[in-house]
């Protein structure tokens, strides 16, 4: 069975950091690149970072310097540390995993094929 299982979620406080995990099972995970999205109540759901199977990164612009995206194949588990953590962060994120972007084309979400439920991290002021 494909599963992708988020945890590492929760209420903190403006300012601090979060270290959100995926752990997959089910199909060799390491020939997949992994992604993080997230999504707000009334909006979109939006890119935030993917990681590809060389270990390249890409960040949605507002994030990049403040969240991490990393992956331990031989755990098969893909990570997101988010630091500095605005109110603005708050949002259920979610995992997946895409066989199909590349270099140019990775932030649609209807590049992965494999989702997890999603974790909520709600950040206060």
């Known amino acids: 069975q494909v599963q992708l299982v988020e945890s590492g979620g929760g209420l903190v406080q403006a300012g601090a950091s979060l270290r959100l995990s995926c752990a997959t099972s089910g199909r060799t995970w390491s020939s997949f690149a992994m992604g993080w999205f997230r999504q707000a109540p009334g909006k979109e759901r939006q890119f935030v970072a993917v990681i590809r199977r060389s270990g390249g990164t890409y960040y949605a612009d507002s994030m990049e310097g403040r969240f991490t995206i990393s992956r331990d194949n031989a755990k098969n588990a893909v990570y997101l540390q988010m630091n500095s953590l605005k109110p603005e962060d708050t949002a259920v994120y979610y995992c997946?995993?895409?066989?199909?972007?590349?270099?140019?084309?990775?932030?649609?979400?209807?590049?992965?094929?494999?989702w997890g439920q999603g974790t909520q991290v709600t950040v206060s002021s």
């Open positions: 997946a995993a895409s066989a199909q972007i590349t270099s140019s084309d990775y932030k649609s979400q209807y590049l992965y094929d494999y």
